[in-house]
């Protein structure tokens, strides 16, 4: 058991939050924060059907989520995905489009929490075959809880 998870770190290892965040974006993404958010999620969950080797990676990183420790290579790379949310919360605040009273912090954890919680919840109810219904849920969820409300900012 102990060789089959050090097999997992190594896949997890070599597909780093970055990586996927520029395959994701590609050159068609919108210049809009929310937009790109969504489209972000969209195409992730796209991607992880289409594509045998990212759905290996979610597989494994629910299995991963339970059993790494704090500290763990497997928790270094959580917080590379935390940064990336972060930055994009900031950015979304900085142009008027984020409620500016949201900690970029927090948010970027519950916003992870929901993207983890939609895959483990996909592989369980449906083997990952509703990955996209669950993505649209939490980006419906997402986008009411970060956009200010209309005017704000712009005075």
Do not use: K, W
């Not at 996927?20 to 050159?27: Q, S, T």
């Not at 592989?123 to 649209?136: N, Q």
């Amino acid at each position: 058991d102990g060789e089959r998870f050090d097999g997992m770190r190594a896949v997890i290892a070599n597909v780093t939050p970055t990586q996927l965040y520029g395959r994701l974006l590609g050159e068609e993404a919108p210049a809009n924060v929310s937009e790109r958010a969504a489209f972000l999620l969209r195409r992730r969950a796209a991607l992880i059907r289409a594509d045998p080797s990212l759905g290996c990676v979610t597989r494994l990183g629910s299995e991963l989520n339970v059993r790494s420790e704090p500290g763990s290579t497997y928790a270094s790379f959580q917080d590379l995905a935390l940064e990336l949310i972060g930055d994009l919360v900031r950015e979304g605040q900085g142009g008027h489009e984020f409620r500016s009273d949201l900690d970029p912090e927090a948010a970027a954890r519950a916003i992870y929490a929901a993207i983890l919680g939609l895959d483990a919840l996909s592989l369980l109810m449906s083997g990952g075959e509703d990955l996209e219904v669950r993505t649209e849920e939490v980006i419906d969820l997402l986008l009411r809880g970060l956009l200010a409300p209309a005017g704000a900012g712009h005075r």
